[in-house]
């Protein structure tokens, strides 16, 4: 049996040198401009629905993880950002508001998407759909 050590295979300075070269903001502006930083049919972590949370229109996006998948015929990227609130002259740090990540194909076209809002954030303009 053939021993391989992935931690000194060229995959990983291959994953290195694209994930160096991805415009992380870039790609998470382009997203919130194509949807007009609103995420519609949002279940919170207690089951509470909200049809529509509108997103302040200055955020920054900061990459804290990616992962590649692969399957017999399919292969990804996943990348995780903290979304932040920038700009608002009454605070000093920004404002996490929550996380977002998107899924990309092999060509970098857009896949999927998987939002984690913190609802409770001021910034943040909520619809709840009452029962």
């Given at each position: 049996m053939t021993k391989i050590e992935l931690k000194t295979h060229q995959v990983w300075q291959d994953l290195?040198?694209?994930?160096?070269d991805i415009d992380a903001d870039a790609l998470v502006q382009e997203h919130l401009e194509s949807c007009n930083y609103k995420i519609g049919g949002?279940?919170?972590?207690?089951?509470?629905?909200?049809?529509?949370?509108?997103?302040?229109?200055?955020?920054?996006?900061?990459?804290?993880s990616s992962s590649i998948g692969v399957t017999r015929r399919k292969r990804w990227i996943?990348?995780?950002?903290?979304?932040?609130?920038?700009?608002?002259?009454?605070?000093?740090?920004?404002?996490k508001i929550g996380?977002?990540?998107?899924?990309?194909?092999?060509n970098m076209q857009f896949l999927d998407e998987n939002w984690e809002i913190y609802v409770d954030s001021p910034l943040l303009k909520t619809n709840i759909k009452k029962g």
């Open positions: 290195n040198e694209i994930l160096e949002y279940w919170d972590e207690t089951d509470e629905f909200y049809e529509e949370i509108t997103l302040p229109r200055f955020l920054s996006a900061e990459l804290i996943q990348l995780k950002f903290a979304l932040q609130a920038d700009g608002i002259a009454s605070q000093d740090n920004p404002e996380e977002l990540i998107l899924i990309y194909d092999e």
